[in-house]
């Protein structure tokens, strides 16, 4: 098996313009009000976040496509084209959880069509492994906490933001893998034979 690959970890969030509610700050008897319109309108997100399996200077690739409402496995399989485009022919290992629209027979025969795709499964009940949920908890702490936007615009573009600080840091997608406890390590250093 040809182990040059990008390995993909895919998860899937919501975003809604109803706040979430984290600590706030007011003076001292006064208790903070957040006020807004209740719009339960939501978009949802696929993140992507990829590393190269031998290459880690490569950097990682965030992949954000929003969309409104939820996905399902028609709008999953144009999220795969999406990436296909994305990573431009590379083999891509795709991480994704046991959601059954993930293994759906239509997203499988899509995913046999391509040749540079492996499909691999996250163990159940356990989101800790997979670095784009890291991704989202640092999304909803800070762009999205205590946000009482009047549309779903709003939201959509407190989350852009977000992505936008995260894609602009280097550093913060490599963290999300770290903090998970996985690592990817070359077979041997790059640019190095194997007989030296």
Request: some cysteine; charged content about 25%.
């Amino acid at each position: 098996m040809n182990t040059r690959a990008w390995i993909v970890f895919l998860d899937e969030s919501g975003v809604s313009p109803l706040p979430r509610i984290r600590r706030a700050s007011s003076p001292r008897g006064q208790t903070p009000l957040l006020r807004h319109r209740l719009d339960r309108k939501r978009a949802s997100m696929a993140g992507a976040l990829g590393y190269h399996s031998t290459d880690p200077d490569r950097g990682a690739r965030p992949c954000f496509p929003l969309k409104p409402g939820g996905y399902d496995t028609a709008t999953l399989i144009e999220v795969l084209e999406q990436m296909k485009v994305f990573y431009r022919g590379e083999r891509v290992v795709l991480v994704r959880d046991g959601r059954s629209a993930h293994w759906s027979r239509a997203m499988r025969a899509r995913a046999d069509e391509q040749d540079r795709l492996t499909l691999e499964r996250s163990p159940a009940y356990a989101p800790e492994p997979n670095p784009v949920g890291l991704l989202w908890s640092s999304l909803k702490k800070r762009e999205l906490a205590n946000l009482a936007g009047d549309h779903l615009a709003d939201a959509a573009d407190a989350t852009e933001q977000g992505i936008h600080r995260i894609t602009t840091n280097p550093r913060l997608p490599w963290s999300f893998l770290t903090h998970t406890g996985l690592t990817i390590h070359p077979p041997h250093p790059p640019n190095v034979r194997k007989d030296q």
